[in-house]
Structures are given as structure tokens and as C-alpha cells.
């Protein structure tokens, strides 16, 4: 939109009227070519700038509104040089000069508006005093927690792992020196711990063994499954390549997935995983329907004491491990319940040194 100025439509004195016509003149010739469209703060639909001309045009109607208290003479001297100034660039200019002691009020800026409004544009409202209340809308507000929710998280995560390694690895050094020398060579484990993915069980921790001493492969529910080659490979390295000599299942009290064995709900793809279990439950349904009168918490306990034992088996069928036991390989399966209540880890009794108690379906003949 073009904006024109003509000197002769306010009542200015002689000795400034040459000034103001000059002004004017100048800023006709900027403004030929300038769009409004982004310049400046837009103000209930109209441009900043013109919102200051409408109010200089009805001076009479203003004095009357909320802001009756500022005096009509400058009132009528601010808006008379604002109305020469076409862009903010003149605005800025003048703004020195104003006597700006008696000040427009509240002037409300809509959260549409907020969204082009430039930190140059809230610079100038700022230095002629007007008092400017900004409505940011709802997403905006939303997305900015959100991202400090980010940051927060962010440097928690960074004090709790980055910063706590370093302060391990000083703790390391000052407990033994060439530690981190010793952790560098090749690892000899003598022990293979197939244990639940569960957080709490940390097997380093209430074995009170170091890093390099157990091989570990974790899943939820520690189970063993002839089909999971992710398993059957752990289970391959450590025997044939590592030579470990004792396996240990290891399940938890109040483990998740035994839980979800027993519920009826849908859980996705997990129903596939935990189909194991519900099929030791399916095998062992008449010891487990004893327990009905004692509450449903001992029946939990008891499925996963008998999961660690069903997993011992399906450890003791696979050719890996009838292998090794072939071979003549000094080799231990064993099965224990870690008591999250107590610490302690429960021996099940479960100690298989060879193929004597397996079914021989599940035999394996290595003889050629």
C-alpha cells in the first residue's frame, strides 16, 4: 500500500511547516517502491505505522478513551512526527527527539501478529514507550516447554552417563592403577550368564565380579530358544571359542514378562516372545494350579523358578552344549533366582554336567 503525506493537513506552525514539507516530500519517494507487507508490527489487521496515523486523524476521539490523563499538546507533537516517518527506518531515527513522558497505553498485539513480528519492530515499541501485550498462542507456548523438557533431559542424561563415566574411570585408576591396561587384553570369562534384560539385574554388581570375567547375554525373560540365533550364537562363542566352564540362568523375583505370561491381555509382538513361557505354564499347569488358593503372587514366584529350570533344559539339547560335553569340555549348567528383596541369588539346584538326564529324543549321536 502507497502512503502519502501532505503537509497542509495539520494545523503546524510557520517556523516548522517548510521542515515538515520536506519530509513529506522525501518520504513520498521512498514509499513508491516499499511494501508494507512485513515491515512492521500489524496491529488488529492495520500496518504499526498506520495504526499511529488513524489515532493522529481522530485526536479528538482519543483524548476521550483510557488514556484521557496525557495532555493534547504532545499527544498532538508525537503523532505529528510520526505521521512523517513512512518506514521504520525514519521512525527509529526520530525516536531521540520525542518527549515522550506522557505515553500511549496498551496497545494489544494479537498472537498472529507475534508470528512476523521482527526484534527490531519490538525494539521501536520499546523506545517510545508503548506498552505492548503479547498473547503468544498455545503451540507456541507448548513447543517452547517442550523444548526446555529436551534440555533438562538432555543434561541429565549427560551428568548421569557421560560425567559418571569419567568419574568411574578416576575411581578405577586411583583403585588400580594399570586397571584399564588389564581390561585391554583378550578375554578369558570362565562364566557365561544368560540373564533377564530387566534393569535391576545387574550381574557384575551382585556377583561382585570385574569386567572380563563374565560373558553375558541378556533377554527378557532369559530365555533359551533353539530358533533365536542371537542366543545360539552367544551361546556358540562362549562354549566352543571362549571355553567357559559354567553357564548360569539367571531369572529375578517379580519379573515383567512371567507376569505377562499369565495375563489374557494383549501386549503385540511381545505375545510371540512370551509364548515361551506360557508354555512352560501349559507344562507344569498341575503344579501351578495347587498354588490357586495361595494368591496369585505365588503362582508368579513359582513360574519363574520353573522358567530358569525349563531354559537349564533347553540349554542341555542343544548340539552346542552335547558337543562340548562329547568332547570331553569340563562344563557346568546352572540355574538361580536373584531375590531383589534380599540380594541374594538363589541356588535352584539345577546342576547339569552332562547328557545322563536327557530324554533321548533330544540326544544327539556325534559318533561318524
Known amino acids: 500500500m502507497e502512503v502519502k503525506y501532505k503537509s497542509n493537513i495539520y494545523d503546524l506552525t510557520n517556523e516548522n511547516n517548510e521542515k515538515e514539507s520536506n519530509i513529506s516530500n522525501q518520504m513520498e519517494i521512498k514509499n513508491e517502491n516499499i511494501s508494507r507487507k512485513n515491515s512492521c508490527c500489524s496491529l488488529e489487521g492495520e500496518n504499526f505505522l498506520d495504526k499511529i496515523i488513524s489515532l ?4 479528538s476521539e482519543v483524548e476521550k478513551s483510557e488514556s484521557k490523563e496525557i495532555p493534547a499538546s504532545p499527544r498532538r507533537s508525537l503523532l505529528r512526527k510520526i505521521s512523517f516517518m513512512t518506514n521504520l527506518e525514519d521512525f527509529n531515527a526520530e525516536l531521540s527527539d520525542l518527549e515522550l513522558e506522557n505515553k500511549i497505553k496498551d496497545i494489544h498485539i494479537k498472537p498472529d501478529d ?3 513480528q521482527s526484534e527490531k519492530d519490538l525494539h521501536i515499541l520499546e523506545k517510545i514507550g508503548l506498552n505492548c501485550i503479547f498473547t503468544k498462542s498455545k503451540d507456541e507456548l507448548e513447543k517452547k516447554e517442550q523444548l526446555q523438557v529436551r534440555k ?3 543434561v541429565e542424561f549427560h551428568n548421569k552417563i557421560i560425567v559418571g563415566n569419567q568419574l568411574w574411570v578416576e575411581k578405577k585408576k586411583l583403585a588400580q592403577a594399570d586397571f584399564f591396561e588389564k581390561l585391554a587384553k583378550p578375554q578369558k570369562p570362565k562364566y557365561l550368564v544368560i540373564a533377564c534384560s530387566d534393569s535391576r539385574v545387574v550381574v557384575n554388581e551382585f556377583t561382585a565380579t570385574e569386567p572380563g570375567d563374565v560373558f ?9 530358544i533353539s530358533t533365536d540365533f542371537n542366543c545360539q550364537s552367544v551361546l556358540q562363542f562362549a562354549v566352543d571359542y571362549l571355553k567357559v566352564e559354567h553357564i548360569l540362568v539367571i531369572g529375578h523375583t517379580d519379573c515383567g514378562a512371567v507376569r505377562a505370561a499369565l495375563s489374557y491381555d494383549f501386549h ?6 512370551l509364548k515361551n513361557i506360557r508354555e ?3 507344562k507344569h499347569g498341575n503344579e501351578l494350579r495347587k498354588l490357586e ?3 496369585h503372587e505365588k503362582i508368579v514366584k513359582k513360574l519363574i523358578e520353573l522358567n530358569i529350570k525349563e531354559q537349564c533344559l533347553n540349554l542341555c539339547k542343544s548340539p552346542i552344549i552335547q558337543g562340548a560335553w562329547d568332547r570331553g569340555q569340563d562344563l557346568y549348567i546352572h540355574g538361580y533366582v536373584f531375590e531383589m528383596e534380599s540380594g541374594i541369588l538363589k541356588d535352584l539346584e539345577v546342576v547339569q554336567r552332562d547328557w545322563s538326564n536327557i530324554q533321548e529324543i533330544y540326544k544327539y549321536n556325534f559318533k561318524k
Do not use: F, M, P, S
Not at 56 to 59: D, M, P, Q, R
Not at 216 to 224: A, C, E, F
Not at 268 to 273: K, P, S, T
Open 56 to 59: 493522529k486523524k481522530n485526536v
Open 216 to 224: 553375558t547375554h541378556r533377554n527378557i525373560g532369559n530365555l533359551v
Open 293 to 295: 488358593n495361595e494368591g
Open 114 to 116: 507475534l508470528k512476523t
Open 152 to 154: 533438562e533431559k538432555y
Open 268 to 273: 503385540g509382538l511381545i505375545d510371540h516372545w
Open 280 to 282: 512352560v505354564a501349559e
